[in-house]
């Protein structure tokens, strides 16, 4: 998938974010020389085609969701970057107190 460049042109925060991933994701410190940026930006587009890709996976999987707020709030969770935030039982709460 490729990516407007127009989105990250003016913003140095976004280029930084993009060397990041190219850089955590290579190993090689040379990917940040200035002539592979194309190649920089082409492992950042790959990140975001697979994110794009289990987005679709978690739409798919709650169809009757027309936002797809609930088709991502379910999908973090079963993949565990959300923890479920029910309320404690007042027991709980205060086994979490230490003096």
């Known amino acids: ?12 925060t976004a280029m930084n974010t ?4 190219a850089l955590a994701s290579s190993g ?5 020389d200035e002539e592979r940026e194309e190649e920089r930006i082409s492992i950042f ?8 890709q289990i987005l679709t996976e978690w739409f ?3 169809p ?3 936002y797809g707020d ?7 969770k079963k993949a565990g970057y959300l923890i479920d935030d029910a ?3 007042p027991d709980e709460v205060l086994s979490d107190v230490v003096f």
């Open 1 to 12: 998938m490729e990516i407007d460049s127009r989105i990250f042109d003016n913003s140095e």
């Open 18 to 21: 993009i060397d990041l991933i």
């Open 28 to 32: 090689d410190l040379g990917i940040l």
């Open 45 to 52: 587009e790959k990140f975001a085609d697979g994110g794009f």
């Open 60 to 62: 798919q999987a709650c």
């Open 64 to 66: 009757s969701d027309s």
């Open 70 to 76: 609930q088709a991502i709030v379910s999908g973090m």
């Open 87 to 89: 309320p404690k039982a």
